[in-house]
């Protein structure tokens, strides 16, 4: 690394368990970020023996104080380690982008100190193999748009505070309903709960033109199935979305096509209100025109998908677009049990207009 020439985008540092005791890792990180400027680090540890009790104090991440608050750094994982404190975490306001895969967590309030050290992120995957029996999961963390959380045993309780949350990627959680507490204001907009089937699997999806780059992030951590359950999605959806507008219904089909194997169990799509102004047959997004969304006779997303249920909310049978994917659900034949649309509020008049739209 230190005759690497230029600043390292990204560095996956590999290493055994001596290597953490003597330092080396120590020096490892201190050369990729101090001196290399790391954006994204990753840390793989080569001893992990599973959630075997007798190895879990063996592999606590012991590193210096401060390790991780390098300016540069932005994005970290951490492979196969145990948590015990927030040390190695002191001071980083600079982190955007928390991973911990197959991480042991000795206490949830470990993980609750090390959120607290880290009050910028905006990303957070946890892939959690285990945590000790009766904790409570506890995230809280006012900036953070995205989580993702596996947990594959039982867990006592999950709490999630968390006021700009726009993605919620439940992969799997063993949770009674009555003790899984969100607050997040731009998921909790939903009607269905997290409940709909057995895995308790769901992603909650409140769609935005996002940048480019932090669009591509999100989808590339919803799509990763690395080290955990090496198979399609499984589970519902519940979206959140302008349909006129062309770059939110890419994000959505794009979304969709994760279920592209395995049946989704249900759909649910809250309509936002209409954000685009144009001439009849066009819709705009950023002041240009694009053609109609559906104008095509192709399936939407594809000719495979299928979902048992969808429900459709504050759906607005003026709205050609909304009628348009309605339509198309049905005589694609992409619903396979039942379809509900909940009409929007609105005066007498207007629902008897919708209420004729969706007959038709």
Known sequence: MKNHRGPLESCIIHHYLSQCENGTLDSWINIATRMKDTKDLTLINHNYHGI????Q???LLRLRRDAFSHHSLTSLSLCRFSLSGPRAFRNCSNLKTLKLVNSFITQGTVLNNVLVACPSLEVIVLRVSSLTQGDV???????????????????EKIEVYAACLDVLDLKFINCEEEDFILAAPNIRQFKR?????SSYAHLSYNVSYLAQEKKNIWHALMVSESDFFHMSRRGSLSVSLDVTNPKEVEILKEVLLMWNIREMTELEILFKNNNAAGKEGECYTNGRAHEKLWEDAKPFPNAVFRVSVVRMYNFDGSNEEEVALASHFVMQKTVTKKMMIEISSSPPEKKIEVEAAVES
């Open 57 to 59: 104090a063996k592999f």
């Open 193 to 197: 709960d997290y409940w709909v089937c």
């Open 52 to 55: 075997n009790e007798r190895y």
């Open 137 to 155: 999961l506890k995230i809280e963390n006012n900036n953070l748009k995205f989580l993702q959380v596996s947990y594959a045993y039982e867990i």
